[in-house]
């Protein structure tokens, strides 16, 4: 079992760190990995159509980004940083500070003249509790707040809209769920006229999908829980597909760590609440057959999922295949469908 952190690292040149999405989304390239045989081969992701049959099921996340990156100033006419977490009571968000150390207990921030937020808490991993002014800060986060793009993203984009799925619709991630990008809505349809069952669930992606992992085992590694939805409509139609063997395929991470918590049983359950639970090699899954998500950061949560699915060393040779054939990673990137 391949369970230490150095075995996730790999080494990639920073050009294919793609900084922005291919236009239109579906024209960006596509990996494809049989679990099986371990054949790969490389198109673009529209040719996905004819990998996809009549009664799969695709999972989706329709989680939406909210501008969550705030820019303001305390008293003494510091900049200051915001990045919101969550949303805990009515005006209360959990949010990391940048600069941080100087942010005490009472320190205001001001962004819009009669907009500001407290600090009325610190945890002892950085994370603060901020009191807004204004309770349904909601309506104003547009005006005063940015959609934060990953630190790796160099570049702005000129459209917020690029960084969000075209079926995003339920508010609250911090940051997109990648593997959805690629789609348009004409491939959508064009899926559900071949005869895809379409279905969503809801994940709110935060802070927890990208804090590194910090421990050689990463068995002790701990997952920060996220907000997850799953409808009893959606969980019956996933459960009778199982019955039906047909294919249940999750597009991204987030779908795959919903439908395997609430379907540890072998059927999934629906509800909604927190999820916290952590996929690396030696996990038995029961849900999915099938993956469409991104090429992943060294060393991250999201690449010990990947490899638990596919088998460590077909994922090590898809990783060198892509880098050898210049495929784009990350947020922005290409996509693999592992089936």
Partial sequence: MVLKLSDYDYYLPEELIAQEPAEPRDTSRLMLVNRKTGEINITIFREIKNYLKAGDVLVLNNTKVIPARLYGKKETGAKIEVLLL???GEGKYEALLKPG????????I????DIYAEVVERNEEGIFVLKFSQEDLDKIL???????LPPYIKKPIDD?????TVYAQKEGAVAAPTAGLHFTEELLKTLGEMGVEILYITLHVGLGTFRPVVVEDITKHKLDPEYFEVSDEVAERINKAKEERRRVIAVGTTVTRVLEAQGRSGKVEPGSGLVDLFIYPGFEFKIIDGLITNFHLPKSTLLMLVAAFMGYDLMKKAYNKAIEERMRFYSFGDAMFIY
């Fill in 86 to 88: 969550k949303k805990i």
């Fill in 101 to 108: 150390k100087r942010a005490k207990i009472g320190t205001k």
């Fill in 110 to 113: 001001h962004f819009l003249e």
């Fill in 142 to 148: 547009p005006e005063i707040g940015n959609i934060p």
């Fill in 160 to 164: 917020p809209n690029k960084y969000q």
